[in-house]
């Protein structure tokens, strides 16, 4: 098999599962190991894709962080599946963060009108849980990032530092079986981090779109999150390093 052709195979097998082993790529294609490592390490350095421990990862064609109004549409049924799901792991009387993501809206969208606090750098959740009298709202301050209609930057995130946040409600661009979490922005991904490190519950909602992927900015290590709220059983590789590193899945 030539060697272009080769490519174009592991490249359908990354977009199909968003990651592989090298040993399965090995076998589906007839080759040596070997010379999958040397087709990865080519395919790397192309930009295709992110090599991981044992295997690589598909790394997103478009790196940058989309207009909320476009990525509001993509999966927008699994990720009002995912949000209702969610909504049965929150308690009265806790603090909790909403990160921006299209996902959690619909979280905030669905969410009862009780007594909690919730604190987020969303300008659109905030809105939306306006309406909700029972609900106080935190909305964190700071540098506007006008794709997501949310703020990041110093100010939000020495803010953040004033509250105990019980549980976290987030989402990510890409989950790598190695790397962790990663997000399109360099601002999102710092304050994502420091949400995570200082959370006593982390609940990742993420659909299936970003298994396996690879994004600009890692923020956590899968090993940070409880609990991983899907709308697919994500592939055997990733499945089982999550794992293995203490993640709970669940399906919507």
Known sequence: MLALERHRQMLDLLKKHGSVRTTEVAKTLGVTEETVRRDFEKLEAEGMLMRSHGGAVRLETQRREFPVRERAVQNAGAKIQ???????????????????????????????????????????????????????????????????????GWAAEQTLNLYRIDSAFISCRGIDPERGLSEASEEQARLKHRVVEGAESVYLLADSSKSGVASSYFYSQNSAVDVWITDETPSPALESALTAQGVRIELA
């Open 82 to 152: 995912i949000a209702r799901a969610a909504v049965a792991k929150i308690r009265e009387g806790q603090t909790i963060f909403f990160d921006p993501s299209t996902t959690v809206q619909h979280l905030a969208e669905a969410l009862p009108d009780i007594p909690l606090t919730v604190v987020t750098n969303s300008l659109q959740i905030a809105n939306l849980l306006a309406d909700k009298p029972a609900v106080h709202v935190v909305l964190l301050g700071g540098n506007l990032m006008s794709s997501s209609l949310s703020c990041t």
